[in-house]
């Protein structure tokens, strides 16, 4: 399976760097950089500087001393916020060439030890470490969302080992995917990375012999399992540093459009457009990956359950911009027919951009009209 989901994040908006050019870093002091960078809205367009905090998610590729010869970072060092804000309080200036890409496995292997360390064992419903999710966490999914090619990291985050972890990166980076195609601003991009990361924290209050049960769930413990949504929204409604409409996300990402979702069975407007997306983001993510309950459902055929719900249970503007910004990403795929035949896929349809126009040896057909030859898998 071939998943090119590129160039799908934008650096966040509420950090105060900016980068030249040059790719030094700028060093005037956060204050400074606060009053240069204004509220992130894009007024420095055209002034050739690139976006703040460019390098958060990036590895050194060498050590940093301070004037005195100090070590402050080694070499493969992962910069975050706090890394990076370090520098500028040591008046330290990074250039492109001290850093490097870090790979797929580096980046999803770090993610999930700062998830570790940020949340320990939360069964006693703890605070929410919020500066670690902002300063260490986000950062890295911003940077995965900036590879120019995700296969690698669908193919690491749909493991069942740590699935937790790999669910809740995930969602934030789907869901960021999502945001972006929908052309939401900098500043709810992040608010909904957030949301999608945090969308299953009530899940620390039910037992991991529920949760990771191999067979169906009883009645009551299926009541059990539903409760997490309303232990997450108590947990964050009232935590310095979660919004209101992160809160309801971790409430309302089980709700669905015909009411059929829970824990109050909400319809259409009721329900806040990132718990929608969200929604989508969490069906994704559960489908395609592997528990040790299931096996991981075929890509192609998760998206085309998500166009079945697109106007049912899923919002159909969030589905339909989901659907056509993965699917634009595989024209040009070698796909495979029901009839057995290798397609390549030419065109999409934008109102049904699950059914494209497709090649097969020189003669074209459009699924969308050709209901009697479906597309089975991206290979």
């Given at each position: 399976?071939?998943?090119?989901?590129?160039?799908?994040?934008?650096?966040?908006?509420d950090v105060c760097t900016y980068f030249p050019q040059d790719g030094v870093l700028n060093t005037g002091g956060i204050g400074a950089l606060k009053r240069?960078?204004?509220?992130?809205?894009?007024?420095?367009?055209?002034?050739?500087?690139?976006?703040?905090?460019?390098?958060?998610?990036?590895?050194?590729?060498?050590?940093?001393?301070?004037?005195?010869?100090?070590?402050?970072?080694?070499?493969?060092?992962?910069?975050?916020?706090?890394?990076?804000?370090?520098?500028?309080?040591?008046?330290?200036?990074?250039?492109?060439?001290?850093?490097?890409?870090?790979?797929?496995?580096?980046?999803?292997?770090?993610?999930?030890?700062?998830?570790?360390?940020?949340?320990?064992?939360?069964?006693?419903?703890?605070?929410?470490?919020?500066?670690?999710?902002?300063?260490?966490?986000?950062?890295?999914?911003?940077?995965?969302?900036?590879?120019?090619?995700?296969?690698?990291?669908?193919?690491?985050?749909?493991?069942?080992?740590?699935?937790?972890?790999?669910?809740?990166?995930?969602?934030?980076?789907?869901?960021?995917?999502?945001?972006?195609?929908?052309?939401?601003n900098e500043e709810n991009l992040t608010e909904l990375t957030v949301a999608g990361f945090l969308h299953d924290i009530g899940k620390v209050g039910i037992?991991?012999?529920?949760?990771?049960?191999?067979?169906?769930?009883?009645?009551?413990?299926?009541?059990?399992?539903?409760?997490?949504?309303?232990?997450?929204?108590?947990?964050?409604?009232?935590?310095?540093?979660?919004?209101?409409?992160?809160?309801?996300?971790?409430?309302?990402?089980?709700?669905?459009?015909?009411?059929?979702?829970?824990?109050?069975?909400?319809?259409?407007?009721?329900?806040?457009?990132?718990?929608?997306?969200?929604?989508?983001?969490?069906?994704?993510?559960?489908?395609?990956?592997?528990?040790?309950?299931?096996?991981?459902?075929?890509?192609?055929?998760?998206?085309?359950?998500?166009?079945?719900?697109?106007?049912?249970?899923?919002?159909?503007?969030?589905?339909?911009?989901?659907?056509?910004?993965?699917?634009?990403?595989?024209?040009?795929?070698?796909?495979?027919?029901?009839?057995?035949?290798?397609?390549?896929?030419?065109?999409?349809?934008?109102?049904?951009?699950?059914?494209?126009?497709?090649?097969?040896?020189?003669?074209?057909?459009?699924?969308?009209?050709?209901?009697?030859?479906?597309?089975?898998?991206?290979?």
């Amino acid at each position: 399976m071939r998943l090119l989901l590129e160039d799908i994040g934008a650096v966040i908006s509420d950090v105060c760097t900016y980068f030249p050019q040059d790719g030094v870093l700028n060093t005037g002091g956060i204050g400074a950089l606060k009053r240069n960078n204004g509220n992130g809205s894009g007024d420095d367009k055209g002034s050739g500087r690139l976006k703040p905090y460019d390098y958060a998610g990036l590895r050194l590729s060498r050590d940093i001393h301070n004037d005195t010869g100090v070590l402050l970072l080694s070499a493969r060092t992962l910069l975050t916020y706090k890394e990076i804000e370090l520098l500028i309080r040591q008046n330290i200036a990074l250039k492109a060439g001290d850093v490097k890409q870090a790979t797929t496995v580096q980046l999803i292997d770090d993610a999930i030890k700062e998830i570790n360390e940020a949340f320990g064992d939360k069964e006693d419903g703890g605070p929410i470490p919020c500066d670690s999710i902002h300063d260490r966490i986000v950062p890295m999914i911003v940077q995965m969302s900036r590879h120019a090619c995700l296969t690698s990291f669908w193919e690491h985050l749909i493991l069942h080992d740590e699935y937790t972890s790999r669910h809740s990166i995930g969602v934030a980076l789907m869901s960021r995917l999502i945001g972006k195609a929908m052309g939401l601003n900098e500043e709810n991009l992040t608010e909904l990375t957030v949301a999608g990361f945090l969308h299953d924290i009530g899940k620390v209050g039910i037992p991991q012999e529920i949760i990771n049960k191999p067979g169906k769930l009883t009645t009551s413990e299926y009541e059990r399992m539903k409760s997490h949504t309303t232990y997450g929204f108590d947990m964050m409604k009232n935590t310095k540093g979660i919004t209101n409409r992160q809160a309801l996300v971790a409430l309302q990402h089980h709700e669905r459009e015909d009411g059929s979702g829970y824990p109050y069975g909400l319809k259409g407007d009721q329900i806040d457009p990132f718990s929608k997306i969200v929604a989508i983001a969490d069906v994704f993510h559960a489908m395609i990956s592997s528990r040790v309950y299931k096996k991981p459902i075929p890509f192609y055929t998760v998206l085309r359950e998500i166009s079945r719900q697109a106007y049912h249970s899923l919002d159909a503007a969030a589905s339909l911009c989901f659907l056509k910004r993965v699917m634009e990403m595989m024209v040009g795929n070698k796909a495979l027919l029901s009839s057995g035949d290798e397609a390549t896929i030419i065109m999409l349809n934008p109102d049904d951009p699950v059914h494209p126009l497709v090649e097969v040896n020189g003669r074209y057909i459009d699924l969308s009209k050709e209901r009697s030859v479906q597309l089975e898998c991206i290979v």
